[in-house]
């Protein structure tokens, strides 16, 4: 009985750990391609340092059309200060992929160029 009530609370405490690291992002929309488990892996795997905003979400669209947010750095608590980033609008440029491994992948969309004849 002891040691069901031990493996429980175990379980219980490991779950609810995993809860809390990955409330740095939620999931708006899935796309056409990748599965919620593909993204909570690519993304839970990725070191995100460096990519969340001071003081807003971050829109993160996926090559397939899944949209996901990243927490702002002042919103969460387990994120760290030293991980936020200014808000870029170049940022809008960019889209990501998850790759046959299981890495996210971030591109940058190129500017067509016109030329004038």
Do not use: P
Not at 28 to 51: H, R
Not at 53 to 74: C, H, P, Q, W
């Amino acid at each position: 009985m002891l040691r069901l009530f031990i493996l429980s609370t175990f379980i219980s405490a490991f779950s609810f750990a995993q809860k809390m690291d990955s409330q740095f992002y939620s999931i708006d929309s899935l796309g056409d391609q990748y599965t919620v488990e593909n993204i909570n892996d690519a993304v839970e795997k990725a070191d995100m340092c460096g990519f969340f905003y001071e003081n807003s979400r971050r829109k993160m669209i996926f090559d397939d059309g899944t949209v996901l947010f990243l927490e702002s750095a002042s919103g969460s608590n387990s994120i760290e200060d030293t991980c936020a980033v200014e808000n870029n609008k170049n940022d809008d440029k960019e889209y990501w992929e998850i790759s046959d491994s299981g890495h996210l992948i971030r591109r940058i969309k190129e500017e067509s160029k016109t030329i004038d004849k």
